[in-house]
């Protein structure tokens, strides 16, 4: 199974930046997959962006010009850099992964503990 720990969120002002993490570790084949998804109060989980292990990669129209999604395969982690921040992206960040069987199959999707972030105006 995949373990995932994340980390780097926290308070900033609007206009400020944070980069976070996360880190798959565990037994696994291989991840497909890695990413966050975010949940602000009374919303629902939206993506943000993930990457591929092909280093393809895909934002949320909110995001885009502001955050950068990247990757390091061999460590099996994922980082967002958060720049021009503002107060709608105040939300829990989740993290995920999508876990490959070794026939190249889709096997499970793990979730994060998730790490809040918050802008203040």
């Known amino acids: 199974q995949v373990q995932l720990v994340e980390s780097g969120g926290g308070l900033v002002q609007a206009g400020g930046s944070l980069r976070l993490s996360c880190a798959a570790s565990g037994s696994f084949f291989s991840i497909s997959a890695m990413g966050w998804y975010r949940q602000a109060p009374g919303k629902q989980r939206e993506l943000v962006a993930h990457?591929?292990?092909?280093?393809?990669?895909n934002y949320a129209d909110s995001v885009k010009g502001r955050f950068t999604i990247s990757g390091d395969n061999a460590k099996n982690t994922v980082y967002l850099q958060m720049d021009s921040l503002k107060p709608e992206d105040t939300a829990v960040y989740y993290c995920?992964?999508?876990?490959?069987?070794?026939?190249?199959?889709?096997?499970?999707?793990?979730w994060g503990q998730g790490t809040q972030v918050t802008v203040s105006s």
């Open positions: 995920f992964a999508n876990v490959r069987r070794a026939d190249g199959s889709y096997s499970y999707t793990r």
């Open positions: 990457i591929t292990d092909g280093d393809s990669t």
